[in-house]
């Protein structure tokens, strides 16, 4: 019996070898270079892989692609001779793209990794899908559109009040700042710390912001958290809003979807929410001075009484105050909602 499993032990052992040696990754590798003053705008087109947009200093604008296979000899082989990168120029314009044969397929393991070397001041258009997005720095207009995949940004601070377009499918973004941007999520994920102006479609995805001047938005089923956010505007459709501090306004039509916001400071300028079936949680500063309109049915309405002057009204299912909050002043709030409970004090 000793003897038979000691067999076995090295009939294991060999076996390993064997794959150690048949598994093994070969390596496919292009290059192409251009002079930075001849290009302005860099399109890259890649699946199975990493796009890895790195900034230079220099005068010349290079693109290292590698091509990796696992497998015996003849199945890696074949998994090159099936990809091929394309390149090309027109204009200013500058291209890379991936090819892959209509026919091919595996089950080894294989990537097509982008390493590019550019400016930060070039525009740039990436469309990747089943692989990761990594862009150092961009002060040139951007254009991206992952699916399947990751982008880890730094500063992304495109020009113009378009900014950077972003589209990304089931991946997450993690972003250190971005100026002006659209963005469309869908299944996805995005984390920025610092963010100017956002024009959002969105929908069963995550956006958590620290710090941003504006967003406008379109969302379904979606989760918002942000620390500090200047204003709000748009029409959602169970998605809930988490906001530390409202600065000035907030616009929203909403179905289904809670909103609570913190802090609103007592210099707001607007908050006119529109919400059915959901809690509206509005943490406007003591002591602040606004006009008030809000009618809630089938709900209650928790409002500052001791400071509030004008007309209250309780009928049947349906309650309503109109008036102003310590004399009125610039800020205004017009609320209403259906099966979903009005809170204006912290």
């Not at 020009?159 to 089931?170: D, E, K, M, R």
């Amino acid at each position: 019996m000793k003897l038979r499993f000691k067999t076995l032990i090295l009939l294991a052992v060999m076996v390993g070898m064997a794959t150690a040696v048949t598994a093994q990754k070969s390596t496919k590798k292009w290059n192409q270079s251009w002079s930075a003053s001849e290009v302005e705008t860099l399109e890259i087109t890649n699946k199975f892989g990493e796009v890895k947009i790195l900034n230079t200093t220099g005068n010349q604008i290079t693109i290292e692609v590698i091509v990796s296979a696992e497998g015996s000899d003849n199945k890696a082989k074949a998994i090159l001779e099936d990809i091929s990168v394309k390149f090309g120029k027109a204009g200013s314009t500058a291209r890379a793209e991936t090819s892959i044969a209509q026919n091919f397929r595996t089950k080894n393991n294989f990537s097509i990794d982008y390493t590019v070397q550019i400016p930060a001041g070039k525009n740039l258009n990436i469309n990747n899908k089943f692989g990761n997005v990594v862009v150092q720095n961009l002060t040139g207009r951007g254009v991206f559109d992952i699916s399947y995949g990751n982008l880890t940004g730094g500063q992304i601070h495109s020009p113009g009040s378009a900014g950077v377009q972003l589209t990304l499918a089931y991946g997450r973004a993690d972003v250190e700042s971005m100026h002006n941007s659209q963005l469309v999520l869908s299944y996805s994920k995005m984390f920025v710390k610092s963010a100017g102006n956002i024009h959002l479609e969105s929908k069963y995805s995550t956006l958590n912001v620290d710090q941003m001047e504006s967003l406008w938005l379109d969302s379904k089923y979606d989760t918002f958290e942000f620390g500090k956010l200047v204003s709000l505007e748009g029409e959602s459709k169970f998605t809930n809003y988490r906001i530390g501090t409202l600065k000035k306004r907030l616009k929203l039509i909403s179905g289904y979807g809670a909103v609570r916001v913190d802090h609103v400071p007592a210099d707001f300028e607007l908050i006119d929410v529109n919400s059915s079936y959901a809690q509206i949680s509005l943490g406007v500063e003591q002591g602040a001075t606004y006009d008030v309109n809000a009618v809630c049915e089938f709900c209650t309405i928790d409002y500052p009484t001791s400071d509030f002057r004008g007309n209250r009204q309780q009928e049947n299912t349906r309650q309503s105050i109109d008036g102003k909050v310590s004399g009125g002043g610039k800020g205004k709030v017009t609320v209403v909602s259906r099966y979903g409970n009005i809170k204006l004090v912290k």
